[in-house]
């Protein structure tokens, strides 16, 4: 019994070491695994970080004047200068091409070997901008050779795409050509739906205020939570006109100050929660993929956009399409008219009104619908025992989407004081009338309105004068728009008007004015004849009250339209800024 039991415990004792030998075979084995992974991913991240370093070096080929042009050359000795793992690196086919900074295709689609067309950026194919470096090492096995004999490395590979991309911001449209606080304040009340008043000084300070764009999306994104991923991630959200307001404040870092007081002001007196999605408002074209904490992206986006541009711009967006009607209580040509006016946007802008990014970058200003009805203070004498008559005056203005284009970017010999940029500004296409337009026709956006003869003069049924006006502007030719970095600096505006377009619009219009006397067909037959008489005179006695109406109404109508970021027959451009030659890694 004594002997059987010591034979079993033997037993026992020869399958426990066998256990345990096979786990200790599996414990080194993974030990080895660990060791041999971990030294991997160090190979893997050093050899990403050379041919990253690579990548970005092998541009300077492609526009540089001195030293070797060959972009091969280049990755071969940034590739040896950054790699510091174990063994050597080496990149044989580095690859020249085009980078298409276009959202709408894949990562994989946006490089093309050689020169190439690309949608939206066709300056672009001109020549190639990019290089695109693959990357090889052997990593060492440590314990993994027991695993795998005859096995010392393991090989690790690495891919990085560098562009060469000349970058310039731009906004177009119109800037105020006075301030009149009362004629913004009526506007920007329409568009946001608010009761908006502030003051000729406010307005002023915004005017004159510009904040950095780069702390202008740290301060929102910090506003709405955003601590993380890129830029073109955080213009995906929606936000509210207030919290573009607020990142605005933030941004210029000025308690206190005009600019700061009128948007906290402004920020307070818009009811509800008007929102935007920030998409609508700015294209960050090549940069929207960098991350929000990129050393990148801080130097392309130190830019400037205006305060009262930005404020005012963002409230359209978000207005959308709806109607806006301007209040009679401010608005009018003192001691002449008093005057309603109503805009709608057809559309908004079919891109952003800020952009940034390389040549091919468009802006189109807004579609807008104007109506004016202007109620004149005198009355019209119409002689005899006529007494005289109410007159009242509708404009219906239309205009079409102006448009300007970034055409060329050159950085010269010391960009930061050298480099110019050229945009080809065509100001939009309008048509002016006197005459009638129904309601429902200024918010029809499949069909152009059709304006009718406008009834301009009633007297008590027995007699109307009607009167209608037509002029037809066309857009002209886009001109080109030189700005140095001065100009940038500055913040200068330039303007770009059409051949074709006139100064003194309205009051050229009213010289178109034809007039239509109807007696009614009720009036007595013994006084139509004495206001057949009578209707030569009535008729100079209205062209005669109808002028100052015309010589008033331009600045008006171009201070209405400036509130809006329009200007007919002009097209104001301005240039935020402008990066040359620093590389930047793609996807």
């Given at each position: 019994?004594?002997l059987?039991r010591?034979?079993r415990?033997?037993?026992?004792?020869?399958?426990i070491a066998?256990?345990?030998?096979?786990?200790?075979?599996?414990?080194?084995?993974?030990?080895?695994?660990a060791?041999?992974?971990?030294?991997?991913?160090?190979?893997?991240?050093?050899?990403?970080?050379?041919?990253?370093?690579?990548?970005?070096?092998?541009?300077?080929a492609?526009t540089?004047?001195?030293?070797p042009t060959?972009?091969?050359?280049?990755?071969?000795?940034?590739l040896?200068?950054?790699?510091?793992?174990?063994?050597?690196?080496?990149?044989?086919n580095a690859?020249?091409?085009?980078?298409?900074?276009?959202?709408?295709?894949l990562?994989?689609?946006?490089?093309?070997?050689?020169?190439?067309?690309?949608?939206?950026?066709?300056?672009?194919?001109?020549?190639?901008n990019?290089?695109?470096?693959?990357?090889?090492?052997?990593?060492?096995?440590?314990?993994?050779?027991?695993?795998?004999?005859?096995?010392?490395?393991?090989?690790?590979?690495?891919?990085?795409?560098?562009?060469?991309?000349?970058q310039?911001?731009f906004?177009?449209?119109?800037?105020?050509?006075s301030?009149?606080?009362?004629?913004?304040?009526?506007?920007?009340?329409?568009?946001?739906?608010?009761?908006?008043?502030?003051?000729?000084?406010?307005?002023n300070?915004?005017?004159n205020?510009?904040?950095?764009?780069?702390?202008?999306?740290?301060?929102?994104?910090?506003?709405?939570?955003v601590?993380?991923?890129?830029?073109?991630?955080?213009?995906?959200?929606?936000?509210?006109?207030?919290?573009?307001?607020?990142?605005e404040?933030?941004a210029?870092?000025?308690?206190?100050?005009?600019a700061a007081?009128?948007l906290?002001s402004?920020?307070?007196q818009?009811?509800?929660?008007?929102?935007?999605?920030?998409?609508?408002?700015?294209d960050?074209?090549?940069?929207?993929s960098?991350?929000l904490d990129?050393?990148?992206?801080q130097?392309?986006?130190?830019?400037?956009?205006?305060?009262?541009?930005?404020?005012?711009?963002?409230?359209?967006?978000?207005?959308g399409?709806?109607?806006?009607?301007?209040?009679?209580?401010?608005?009018g040509?003192?001691?002449?008219?008093t005057?309603?006016?109503?805009t709608?946007v057809i559309?908004?802008?079919?891109?952003?009104?800020?952009?940034?990014?390389?040549?091919?970058?468009?802006?189109?200003?807004?579609q807008v619908?104007?109506?004016?009805?202007?109620?004149?203070?005198?009355?019209?004498p119409?002689?005899?025992?006529?007494?005289?008559?109410?007159?009242?005056?509708?404009?219906?203005i239309?205009?079409?989407d102006?448009?300007a284009?970034?055409?060329?970017?050159?950085?010269?010999?010391?960009?930061?004081?050298?480099?110019?940029?050229?945009?080809?500004?065509?100001?939009?296409?309008?048509?002016?009338?006197?005459?009638?337009?129904?309601?429902?026709?200024?918010?029809?956006f499949?069909?152009r309105?059709?304006?009718?003869p406008?009834?301009?003069?009633?007297?008590?049924?027995?007699?109307?004068?009607?009167?209608?006006?037509?002029?037809?502007?066309?857009?002209?030719?886009?001109?080109?728009?030189?700005?140095?970095?001065?100009d940038?600096?500055?913040?200068?505006?330039?303007?770009a008007?059409?051949t074709?377009?006139?100064?003194?619009?309205l009051?050229?219009?009213?010289?178109?004015l034809?007039?239509?006397?109807?007696?009614?067909?009720?009036?007595?037959?013994?006084l139509?004849p004495?206001?057949?008489?009578?209707?030569?005179?009535?008729?100079?006695?209205?062209?005669?009250l109808?002028?100052?109406?015309?010589?008033?109404?331009?600045?008006?109508?171009?201070?209405l339209?400036?509130?809006?970021?329009?200007?007919?027959?002009?097209?104001?451009?301005?240039?935020?800024?402008v990066?040359?030659g620093?590389?930047?890694?793609?996807?």
């Open positions: 019994m004594g059987a010591h034979s415990l033997r037993q026992e004792d020869g399958a066998v256990i345990v030998a096979l786990l200790m075979t599996m414990l080194l084995g993974m030990a080895a695994l060791i041999d992974v971990a030294s991997f991913r160090l190979t893997q991240r050093q050899l990403q970080a050379a041919t990253d370093a690579a990548a970005l070096a092998g541009t300077y492609l540089t004047d001195t030293g060959d972009p091969q050359t280049w990755v071969d000795k940034y040896g200068l950054n790699y510091h793992g174990a063994g050597t690196a080496a990149a044989p690859q020249t091409g085009t980078y298409c900074p276009e959202a709408g295709l990562p994989s689609a946006r490089f093309t070997i050689g020169a190439s067309d690309c949608p939206g950026f066709p300056s672009l194919g001109s020549g190639p990019a290089v695109r470096v693959a990357s090889r090492t052997q990593s060492p096995l440590y314990l993994g050779r027991v695993l795998l004999p005859g096995t010392d490395s393991v090989g690790i590979t690495a891919t990085a795409t560098a562009a060469q991309i000349p310039g911001g906004y177009a449209g119109s800037g105020l050509l301030v009149n606080g009362g004629l913004i304040n009526a506007v920007l009340s329409g568009v946001l739906g608010s009761n908006i008043d502030l003051d000729a000084v406010s307005y300070g915004l005017l205020a510009n904040i950095s764009a780069l702390s202008f999306f740290q301060a929102l994104a910090t506003n709405i939570g601590t993380a991923g890129s830029y073109g991630s955080l213009l995906q959200n929606s936000v509210s006109v207030q919290q573009v307001l607020q990142a404040i933030d210029l870092n000025a308690p206190g100050s005009v007081v009128a906290q402004l920020q307070a818009i009811s509800g929660s008007p929102n935007l999605q920030l998409a609508d408002l700015f960050l074209g090549v940069w929207q960098e991350g990129s050393g990148n992206a130097t392309a986006l130190q830019t400037t956009l205006n305060a009262y541009q930005l404020a005012s711009l963002a409230a359209q967006v978000a207005n399409h709806n109607f806006v009607t301007v209040p009679v209580s401010t608005l040509i003192p001691g002449v008219a005057l309603v006016a109503a709608t559309e908004p802008p079919v891109s952003a009104p800020f952009v940034f990014g390389p040549v091919g970058m468009q802006v189109h200003t807004s619908r104007l109506q004016l009805q202007l109620n004149l203070l005198a009355a019209l119409l002689g005899g025992s006529f007494g005289s008559a109410p007159v009242s005056l509708p404009i219906y239309e205009i079409a102006g448009e284009t970034l055409t060329g970017i050159s950085c010269g010999l010391n960009s930061a004081t050298d480099a110019t940029v050229t945009i080809a500004a065509q100001p939009a296409a309008a048509r002016v009338f006197i005459g009638t337009v129904t309601p429902a026709a200024m918010s029809n499949s069909a309105p059709t304006v009718s406008a009834q301009l003069v009633n007297l008590l049924g027995i007699l109307g004068i009607s009167g209608q006006a037509e002029l037809d502007l066309g857009s002209g030719t886009a001109t080109p728009l030189t700005f140095s970095q001065a940038i600096a500055a913040r200068t505006a330039q303007t008007s059409s074709g377009m006139l100064a003194n619009l009051q050229v219009l009213g010289s178109h034809t007039l239509t006397a109807t007696p009614s067909a009720a009036l007595s037959p013994l139509a004495v206001l057949n008489l009578l209707l030569p005179t009535i008729k100079a006695g209205l062209v005669t109808l002028q100052p109406v015309f010589a008033g109404l331009d600045p008006l109508v171009d201070g339209l400036a509130a809006l970021g329009i200007r007919i027959g002009y097209l104001d451009v301005t240039a935020t800024g990066r040359c620093a590389p930047v890694l793609v996807n």
